[in-house]
Structures are given as C-alpha cells and as structure tokens.
DNA sequence: TACTGCTATATGATTTAATCATATAATAAG
DNA sequence: CTTATTATATGATTAAATCATATAGCAGTA
C-alpha cells in the first residue's frame, strides 16, 4: 500500500551531495572558511537548493580530524571570529581518492542516462 | 586526531549507488527476479565489488510498497520459487524524476571533474 | 537606544539509507 | 548425503543527512 505521504525516491532520498569532495576541490582552489563554502557549493551544482549550514560546518571539523583540511581562527577584518580552513597534502592526497571514485561514477552515470534515453525512444517510435 | 582506521571519506563514506533508479531501468528493460538484478546491477558501474543482496531485495518490497513496482510468484521452471518483479506506470513516471536529478548530477560531475583537471595541470606546470 | 538583518559558527535530536550478519529453503551436481 | 548454487528475507547496527535551534558580533536605521 502506498502511504499518504509520497517519501520514496529521488526527492526524499538521502543523496549523497559529494560534501567531502566539494569542500576539498573549493579549498584547494583557496582557502576558505565555512560560511564562504556555503555560497561556493551551491555553485557547484550538487545541492537543488542551499546547502545546510549544520552539514558543512560538521563535515569541516570531521575533516579536520582526519587531518584533511587544519583551520585557525580569523579574528582580523570585521564581523565576529572566522575559521579559515586550508587543504593539507593527506587532503590532497584524498581528494585524488575521491576523484578516481567520481570518474567511475561519472561514467556509470552517462552509461545509465544514455540506456534510459534508447528506451525513452524505442517506448515512443 | 586520526583516529586508528582511517574511516573518512570515499571508501567508507554510506555512498548512493543509485540502487533505486538502477532497478527501475533494468526493470523497465525487462521484468526480472531479485537474483537476476543482483548481476545486472554489477554490470551498471554504480558498484565497487558486489551489491548487497539484502539492501536490493528490501528496496524492490519497498518499493513495491509504493505501487512503483509490482510482483509476483513464480513457481514454474527450476530451483526455488521466485518473486518476478515489473516496473508500473507509476513506476516508469518516477524513473523520469530521477533522471532529471541525475542529469544535473551528471553536469555537477562534470564540472567539478574539469575543475579539478585544471587546477591538478596548474599544480603540475 | 532598541531593533532588525546579516555574518559566522556550532550542537543536539531525529531520520533513514546503507551495511553487516544471518537464516531459510529448494534444487542440482558430485 | 554432502556441498554448491539459486533465491529470498530479516534483524541489528552504523553513520550520514537532515531538522531544529542556539549563540554572538557587527552594521544600519528609526
């Protein structure tokens, strides 16, 4: 039986936004603290809408145990205190990780798009 | 501090392999049973190693569950009874919500592919 | 001065998909 | 009669994603 409330699939499905890879590929990029990120990944195209600010700030300091990434607080400049966040050579490192995994994905994804159009067609001809 | 398993990111990281989208197209091409799909999965490129049989059988009773997928016993034919399952209607209106998704998943890879293409070239010149 | 909005970080609770570990059973092959 | 293969299933655990909310500095303005 369907349920009153549709929560199954590609609305409500917790989908992986590539965080992790994201926020390693922008602080390569430059350094950055957490609330810059949070304009830098919608950008980015992963997110339908904005990227949750509990999320990003969680995944940074996750990051920073795993020595993929060190911050130190910001107090110069105006507004109140800023983590600035920067890539280390293990983030690095990682992030190379991460994009072997992200080709594959690419490619099984186009792979996926490209058999769902043939049948797309064939069910219309 | 790291901790003693190094458990962050791409390898361990709960990924989406995209298992819904994946058993609709397949069941779209052809209706099948559990078992079958557990092969057909492996070929679409969303898996590492092997899917896993529980998480494939409790995604097509779930989805069942919500009219995307119907099925039935059969009996006929050798080794034990099997549960042949067919995409609905429903099912294959979905399917086309996903695809939408995963096009712009697919751009957002892209993207962030070429981007760190040009940075990986500029760190190496 | 008080109020509002923006910048900035953070954490606790909840949800749920993914994973891990098993259990069951029919049949085919040796 | 034992083992491997085919086939489905479920309970427990883990961890990521989400939701809700708290804090606080500073800028502009009424």
Redesign the pocket.
Known sequence: MPRKNF??GCY?????????PSLLLLLWQKPA??????TSLEKMGF?ESH????????????MEEFNLVK?HW?TT?????????RITKLGRNHLKNWVAVLQKRHAALENFLQQYTTLSDENQA
Request: hydrophobic share 20%; net charge positive; aromatic share 10%.
């Open positions: 929560i199954c409500t499905e917790r989908r992986n936004r590539y965080l992790e603290h957490g609330y810059d990120l949070l997110h990227p949750d600010p509990g999320a990003v700030y969680k995944k940074l300091r996750h911050s910001e400049g105006g507004g109140p205190a800023k983590r600035l966040y």
